[in-house]
Nanobody, 125 residues
Framework: QVHLAESGGGSVQAGGSLRLACEGF????????MAWFRQTSGKEREWVAT???????DYTKSVKGRFTISLDTAKMTLQLQMNNLKPEDSAVYYC???????????????????WGQGTLVTVSS
């Protein structure tokens, strides 16, 4: 079983930067997919970015060029560097880990899924 713990959230002004971290605990050796999601009150959880242990990454359109996802596979620590933040980036950010149920981390569902408890990011205009 894998447990995830996020950190690094906070409050910044528009245009500022934050770095989120997600540390994995437990049986992380089998994990091959990790991702960031975010959620605001009253809305569904939104996918932000995914990375696999080969280093392949993918981002949702709204954060491309501003956010960078990275993974330290030795420590199984996921990071999200967020630059040029906008008020619409304000949300609770969650990390997710797992292994692909079908082809790869970018299509289909994940098995052995774990979620962190979330960290709040607030961007003021």
């Amino acid at each position: 079983q894998v447990h995830l713990a996020e950190s690094g959230g906070g409050s910044v002004q528009a245009g500022g930067s934050l770095r989120l971290a997600c540390e994995g605990f437990g049986d992380t050796k089998s994990t091959t997919c990790m991702a960031w999601f975010r959620q605001t009150s009253g809305k569904e959880r939104e996918w932000v970015a995914t990375i696999d242990t080969d280093g392949t990454v993918d981002y949702t359109k709204s954060v491309k060029g501003r956010f960078t996802i990275s993974l330290d596979t030795a420590k199984m620590t996921l990071q999200l560097q967020m630059n040029n933040l906008k008020p619409e980036d304000s949300a609770v950010y969650y990390c997710r880990s797992g292994v692909p149920s079908e082809y790869d981390c970018y299509s289909g569902s994940w098995a052995r899924e774990a979620w962190g408890q979330g960290t709040l990011v607030t961007v003021s205009s």
